[in-house]
């Protein structure tokens, strides 16, 4: 059973960064596509960066600069480096996995509907 789990989010003010992680277990497939999505209530979730196992890896125009998304050496935990927030990034932020590497190209930006596996999210607040 695939198992992700975010944590790292927090409260801080406009400039600031936090790191958020995410730790996967039971995923023992070594082609995957992962991402982190954030929704804000009211509004669709959107694809905030994606890597996947071909290297790929591709960011929301609005983070561009920003943020880095990044594993560790044993894929075991998904980061995203979240640097000069903006109280535009508030939300909740959920890391997501799927076995289809083709997956992360396309739905960075978008709602991500389609990706097998989903945390439980972990909640970003910027104050301005």
């Known amino acids: 059973q695939v198992n992700l789990e975010e944590s790292g989010g927090g409260s801080v003010q406009s400039g600031g960064s936090l790191r958020l992680s995410c730790k996967v277990s039971g995923y023992t497939r070594s082609e995957f596509c992962m991402g982190w999505w954030r929704q804000v209530p009211g509004k669709e979730r959107e694809g905030v960066a994606t890597?996947?196992?071909?290297?790929?890896?591709r960011y929301l125009e609005s983070v561009k600069g920003r943020f880095t998304i990044s594993q560790d050496n044993a894929r075991t935990t998904l980061l995203l480096q979240m640097d000069n927030l903006q109280p535009d990034d508030t939300g909740m932020y959920y890391c997501?996995?799927?076995?289809?590497?083709?997956?992360?190209?396309?739905?960075?930006?978008?709602?991500?509907?389609?990706?097998?596996?989903w945390g439980q999210g972990t909640q970003v607040t910027v104050s301005s």
């Open positions: 997501a996995a799927d076995p289809a590497v083709n997956k992360c190209p396309v739905l960075t930006g978008t709602a991500g509907g389609g990706m097998d596996y």
């Open positions: 890597l996947n196992s071909d290297g790929i890896i």
